[in-house]
């Protein structure tokens, strides 16, 4: 580790050091409600679509009162469809409409609407935890990736939680790809935050460059 990648890492965390579910409008808690809009926010950033589609579907979703799995689960496919598309969600509007509703259901039977259910049947054990996650309807291994990345920030026995995705983005930005060496370099930034950042960088070739162009 050098310099050269405290400065890549720190213009990157500058500039996109946001959570996702920070960016979708979420103040998350460790609570029902903003855990669950955080699955939400999962499920919808697993299809290939646009992250910013993803996030501007999750706020309709929200504005339409969507924001637990009872109300999710009670809604009118039709009136999840149309948040959808609201948010510019139109490619995979129908089959997540369907998505959602299934995965309210489950949330509901299965965990009683409280996803820190899930976590307690997990024992807090992480492989557990991707296995469970993998259980709602349209989250695969990715998806379960998007929920704990950003989940670390409630829930500390996660952290520091660093997915291939993430390890990709500093692949890209020439910094090492050992969790623990990255989770060092940021020094006192959030691993979430620290997560997100190299997602973006990631997903955003641009994004990268500019990050290594302003570091020197």
């Known amino acids: 580790m050098t310099s050269r990648d ?12 946001c959570t996702f579910a ?10 029902p409600q903003p855990l669950y809009r955080l699955l939400v926010l999962a499920v919808l950033l697993s299809a290939r679509i646009r992250g910013s589609v993803a996030v501007a579907a999750a706020r309709e979703l929200q504005r339409a009162g969507l924001r637990d799995p009872r109300r999710m689960a009670g809604s009118a496919w039709q009136e999840r469809v149309d948040a959808l598309g609201r ?7 129908e089959r997540t409409a369907t998505l959602l509703g299934d995965g309210a259901e489950l949330v509901l039977d299965r965990w009683g609407g409280d996803l820190r259910r899930l976590r307690e049947e997990a024992g807090g054990q992480l492989p557990r935890l991707r296995r469970l996650l993998q259980e709602v309807p349209g989250l695969g291994p990715a998806g379960a990736g998007i929920f704990l990345r950003e989940v670390q920030r409630v ?3 996660v952290a520091p939680f660093l997915d291939p995705k993430a390890l990709s983005g500093a692949e890209r930005l020439g910094l090492p790809t050992r969790p623990e060496h990255l989770v060092k370099l940021a020094g006192d930034a959030e691993p979430a935050v620290l997560a997100a950042a190299l997602v973006r960088a990631a997903l955003d070739r641009r994004t990268a460059e500019e990050c290594l ?3 020197g």
Do not use: Q
Not at 22 to 31: H, N, S, V, Y
């Open 6 to 17: 405290e400065r890549v890492l720190r213009e990157l965390l500058d500039a996109h050091g």
């Open 22 to 31: 920070e960016e979708a409008g979420i103040t998350l808690r460790d609570t």
């Open 87 to 93: 948010g510019g969600y139109r490619r995979y509007d």
């Open 155 to 157: 829930w500390p026995g």
């Open 213 to 215: 162009r302003r570091a």
